[in-house]
Structures are given as structure tokens and as C-alpha cells.
């Protein structure tokens, strides 16, 4: 299958149209709302649960925007809804009630947050809640696993990799080199077969990125873009962009 026209169609709000400073924290309810007002596809995460649930997070930890602590993987999905956020009444999400809230007006872009361990059950989560939501949906991954997972298990749903020309930062140490040579590259591309790629708008352009739209047609999404020089790039290199901090065309 072909990606989608809506998926390039509209810029897509990072984490939803979020602004700490009006208190409108990322992957919330009312981020979502603000995005779906400005007519902007949404970009999300998900994390798993210790019961198996998909929750829209993006940190595997709570801290950075919650009270509390521990791994979101610890804990089930009601005690993340009892999580009290910083600066917001809001409760944490599940996929199904994002589902819910969006109901179709605009396309979801979801990302599937990994360990790298060959966990798939956050995959097989989202593909029972995607089968009966008829909005628009792409998914997402940068572990290539879980985009041959969702290869296996949602086929007729768009799904992307998420990557960046090099692996060496701290954030990566985590995986083996074996695990970080095959990121490399899209070398993985003809396992996984990748309706789109979504990259870093920093190492753009790149080689793996231009075959990838060039040569095989591949739409290219570019993250996350915040200043005008970012904006510049994206505009240049890829056929749109995963955004925050400003709303286009505002």
C-alpha cells in the first residue's frame, strides 16, 4: 500500500498543540483539543502498562511532568489515571480514550515507544483499540521490531520509522552495537517495508532519507521542528513537519 494523502496533508502537532506556559501540557486532552481546533494532525506516544494497556505518554517514567515516580510499565493503567500532573487537572490517557476524544477529525500519527527488548505487546494492544477506530491513523516506531510488528499485526494500517543518520549519543548507549547497525541507514527497510519515514529534521538532508522518498516514493516526515531555520529545512527536504513551540501559520 501507498501512505496516505492525509498524512503530508496538514503539519502535525508534536505531543499535541501543547504551551506549558498557557497550561497546556503535551500529550493531554486539552494539547489534543488545541490541535484538533487549529485543524493539525496529531503526533502522540504510547507507552505499556504493567496490565497491558497503551498510554499515552511519552517518558517510560513518571517525574518530568507528574508527582510520583516509578516506570509507567510498573504501574496499571488506573493508577496512572489517579497520577496527579503538575500545572494541570488533566488525567494521563489511554489509547482508546484518545480515540474517543479525536473520533476521526483529524489524523493521528502514533508512536510506539520501545525497550528494544522484543516486547510486542504494546503493538498487539494498539492493533485491538485501532480495529475499531475509523479515523484516520498512522503508526510508528524508531525500533525497527516493532515496525515489523506492526507489519505483522495492523498490515492495512500506515506505518513509519522513525530515524536519524547516527546512533552515538548517550541516549542510545542502552542498545548493543548490533541493535544500533541495524538502525542505521533503513537498512532494515526491506523487512520492515515502511510506508513512510519520519527524521530528524537536524541531519536533514541525508542520504537514507532521499533514496527512501526519491527512489522508492516514500513520504518523509522530519521532527521536531521549533525555529524558523528548522521550519526552513523541513520545508526543503521533506513533505512536512512534526512541529512545537508555534502554530503555522499563526
Given at each position: ?92 490517557m489511554s489509547l482508546g ?109 541525508a542520504p537514507a532519507p ?41
Open positions: 500500500m501507498r501512505a496516505p494523502d492525509w498524512l503530508t496533508a496538514r503539519p502535525v502537532a508534536h505531543r499535541g498543540l501543547h504551551d506549558f506556559a498557557r497550561g497546556i501540557i503535551e500529550n493531554m486532552p486539552a494539547a489534543v483539543t488545541a490541535a484538533i481546533a487549529g485543524n493539525f494532525a496529531i503526533e502522540v506516544d504510547l507507552q505499556l502498562t504493567a496490565d497491558g494497556e497503551a498510554m499515552v505518554h511519552h517518558d517510560d517514567a513518571l517525574g518530568r511532568l507528574t508527582e510520583g515516580s516509578g516506570t509507567l510499565l510498573g504501574k496499571t493503567a488506573a493508577e496512572l489515571k489517579a497520577v496527579n500532573f503538575r500545572d494541570t487537572s488533566e488525567r494521563m480514550d484518545l480515540c474517543a476524544l479525536v473520533a476521526g477529525r483529524v489524523p493521528l500519527v502514533i508512536e510506539v515507544k520501545s525497550h528494544f527488548d522484543g516486547d510486542r505487546r504494546l503493538v498487539a494492544r494498539m492493533a485491538e483499540v485501532l480495529s475499531g477506530y475509523s479515523g484516520p491513523a498512522a503508526v510508528m516506531s524508531f525500533d525497527p521490531d516493532q515496525v515489523l510488528a506492526l507489519r505483522q499485526t495492523i498490515p492495512d494500517r500506515p506505518r513509519g520509522i522513525i530515524a536519524q543518520a547516527n546512533y552515538d549519543d548517550a541516549y542510545w548507549y542502552k542498545l548493543t552495537p548490533e541493535q544500533r547497525r541495524g538502525m542505521l541507514h533503513l537498512r532494515h527497510a526491506f523487512r520492515t517495508r515502511p510506508h513512510f519515514v519520519a527524521f530528524w529534521v537536524n541531519q536533514l538532508p532521499w533514496i527512501a522518498r526519491h527512489v522508492f516514493g516514500l513520504p518523509l516526515l522530519t521532527w521536531t521542528v521549533r525555529t524558523p531555520e528548522q521550519r526552513e529545512r523541513a520545508a526543503r527536504y521533506a513533505d512536512q513537519m512534526i512541529f512545537e513551540g508555534f502554530v503555522p501559520g499563526g
